[in-house]
């Protein structure tokens, strides 16, 4: 079987990741093409070394829509796959227009609940206005591919209702990790509690709340640090809120690291305080190390862990409650640590990228063989 994987670009995300994770892990009965449009590709030396062929359209537009679609219709004859994949919006419209023009089978992917209320309230005047353009584009062509591939019970459902899609047409694959790389979590032998997170620095990853949930919980336990790991554009403003509480020495935003998830080894509770997500594959990963976790309590948070059972979860957006989970975290740490034990056992069962990698294999297989 020839697949085609289709994506903007092979910037560092969790969609790029979870791509090369998936490849890595497929059989020898797989054939794979991995087509990018846009110049961005931090994660290139990562796809080089898996065993698929890497194509490179190299725009450098935003957009550029007649030329992706006129070179991916060229990609699609000399390569001859069976079957595409896209991902993320821009590939996902290139793909959809080129694949309907020359009669090639395509599978849609969701990874994030696109137009949720609460992404939409981030949208005002113009940018409201393109946000809707998007929308629309999005759900006239939403019936060209022919299965549907959702990291997330919930963000298929949301998706399917917002696009028009029948809700038949759509199968749940989890984000995977490859869990032999997982050593088992051992809490650090430091007299000051540390906190971790992982996400770019966008205000929609929860981190206005994070903060001022942190500053709280200073005033109560001095020595309590927080290592934030990612960048974006709201890390000025997160660097004012730093600053004007006087917490530089408390607070540290280390940008991109690679592997990022080895930084978990060295903190006490990992923290995931998002507003909206997709499947977070920076949460499969806190899990199966088996530190501590508080969350927030979106769905796509709620399908990896249980409140009380594998984790903390706090209400959305609430700086209170997830001041007081963070309290609990660190007044019942022994407690905490039996969660921690429990996520990763749940991780393992439920997120290996072997189990993760034979599930889209196999649907993809079905796809290309059902007429």
């Known amino acids: 079987m020839k697949v085609l994987f289709t994506i903007d670009t092979l910037q560092q995300g969790g969609a790029e990741q979870s791509i090369a994770n998936i490849i890595k892990h497929f059989s020898e009965e797989v054939e794979v093409t991995v087509l990018y449009f846009y110049t961005k590709s931090d994660l290139l030396p990562i796809y080089q070394k898996l065993n698929c062929k890497i194509i490179s359209l190299g725009l450098t537009g935003k957009y550029e829509w007649r030329k992706a ?42 990874v994030d609940d696109s137009y949720s209320r609460e992404r939409r309230a981030t949208f005002k005047g ?51 990790r490859d869990s032999s790389v997982f050593k088992e979590w051992v809490a650090p032998e430091t007299e000051a509690f540390s906190f971790v997170c992982i996400g770019r620095l966008y205000e929609k990853k929860g981190y206005p709340e994070l903060l001022q949930a942190f500053i709280k919980l200073h005033a109560t336990y001095p020595n309590v640090q927080l ?93 209170n409650d997830l001041y007081e989970k963070m309290l609990q975290m ?31 294999e196999n649907l993809l297989k079905t796809t290309v063989n059902n007429p």
Request: charged share 25%; glycine share 6%.
């Open 126 to 176: 113009i940018g409201l206005l393109k946000y809707q353009l998007t929308w629309l584009l999005d759900r006239l062509t939403a019936f060209i591919p022919v299965v549907w591939i959702s990291n997330s019970r919930y963000i298929g459902e949301s998706n399917a209702k917002k696009l028009g899609i029948a809700t038949s047409k759509i199968n749940v694959v989890y984000r995977g």
């Open 330 to 360: 660190i007044e019942n740490y022994e407690t905490m640590k039996t969660m921690g034990v429990r996520a990763r056992k749940t991780a393992f069962e439920r997120f290996d990228i072997k189990v993760i990698a034979y599930q889209y």
């Open 69 to 110: 679609i006129s070179e991916m219709k060229k990609v699609l004859h000399d390569v001859q796959p069976d079957i595409v994949v896209s991902s993320l919006y821009r590939s996902n419209i290139i793909s959809r227009i080129a694949c309907r023009s020359c009669g090639v089978k395509l599978a849609g992917t969701f």
């Open 227 to 319: 290592e934030i790991l990612g960048e974006g554009d709201y890390r000025a403003e997160m660097e004012k809120t730093i600053r004007d509480a006087k917490l530089q020495n408390s607070v540290k935003l280390l940008g991109n690291v690679p592997n990022a998830w080895q930084r978990i080894y060295e903190s006490h509770c990992f923290v995931f305080p998002s507003r909206f997500e997709g499947f977070s594959g920076a949460l499969v990963e806190a899990m199966m190390t088996g530190i501590p976790i508080i969350a927030s309590d979106i769905p796509m948070n709620t399908e990896a862990v249980s409140n009380g059972e594998t984790a903390l979860v706090h209400r959305l957006k609430d700086v």
